[in-house]
């Protein structure tokens, strides 16, 4: 069965450094989303990509976020300047059409920021 | 602002019970309403997809109800089991919005 697959599947980083979570979205899915979850809190939304370009993002996605794709396949995430708060869960996520039809996500990369 | 309540926040039922979670939410403007499980430290797999004119879903042992006029959601698990023992997300769908979760259901199945 299709699967949303995310590498790496735990990352530690030392703050300030860039760090880049990838994503490989099932393959005829046109939307592609990442949320993330920080421990013992609910799942937050932070940008959906369509299209080869942005088209949400909540206020969590500032300046130091940025989504990719870079070709086919791939969905990244970047963090430019990790903060101890960035520690969290981050999400994958994608659909074939909008959030009207059903998302599935990956496994999740556990970021750790020290 | 979508906002989406479950009850009970955690749920600890014997081997075998029959069980019902509740969700309830604010916006009912919804397409449809997707029922996920997450597993500890694990990620959040799709167990269920209610299109707003659907009044139930089956899967399995599972079945979901929708009514999407007063907001509201329910999860069955039938003959429930240890492996049944996660976090249950409710999560209504609107337009284009990004999806809106909740804080779940801890349910844990004892053997």
């Known amino acids: 069965e299709p699967e949303v697959t995310q590498t790496p599947s735990h990352q530690v980083t030392q703050m300030g450094q860039e760090v880049i979570l990838r994503c490989v979205p099932i393959s005829n899915h046109l939307y592609f989303y990442w949320y993330r979850q920080i421990l013992g809190q609910k799942v937050e939304f932070l940008v959906s990509?369509?299209?080869?370009?942005?088209?949400?993002k909540s206020e969590i996605f500032d300046d130091q976020f940025s989504v990719e794709r870079p070709d086919g396949s791939n969905f990244t995430l970047k963090i430019r300047s990790t903060k101890l708060e960035d520690s969290a869960m981050y999400f994958c996520?994608?659909?074939?059409?909008?959030?009207?039809?059903?998302?599935?996500f990956g496994q999740g990369t556990r970021l750790t920021v020290v | 602002k979508q906002e989406v309540t479950q009850i009970p926040a955690a749920l600890s039922v014997p081997e075998g019970e029959n069980l019902v979670l509740n969700c309830s939410f604010t916006?009912?403007?919804?397409?449809?309403l997707q029922w996920f499980r997450q597993d500890p430290g694990k990620g959040l797999t799709s167990l269920l997809l209610?299109?707003?004119?659907?009044r139930e879903q089956t899967s399995g042992r599972l079945n979901a109800s929708l009514d999407k006029s007063s907001g509201r959601s329910t999860l069955y698990i039938a003959a429930s089991q240890p492996g049944d023992s996660a976090t249950y997300l409710c999560v209504p769908q609107g337009g284009n919005t990004p999806l809106v979760f909740g804080k779940g259901t801890r349910l844990s199945v004892i053997a």
């Open positions: 209610i299109q707003s004119s659907q």
């Open positions: 996520a994608s659909s074939v059409g909008g959030a009207h039809t059903e998302a599935f």
């Open positions: 916006d009912s403007a919804i397409y449809n």
């Open positions: 990509f369509y299209n080869n370009e942005i088209s949400e």
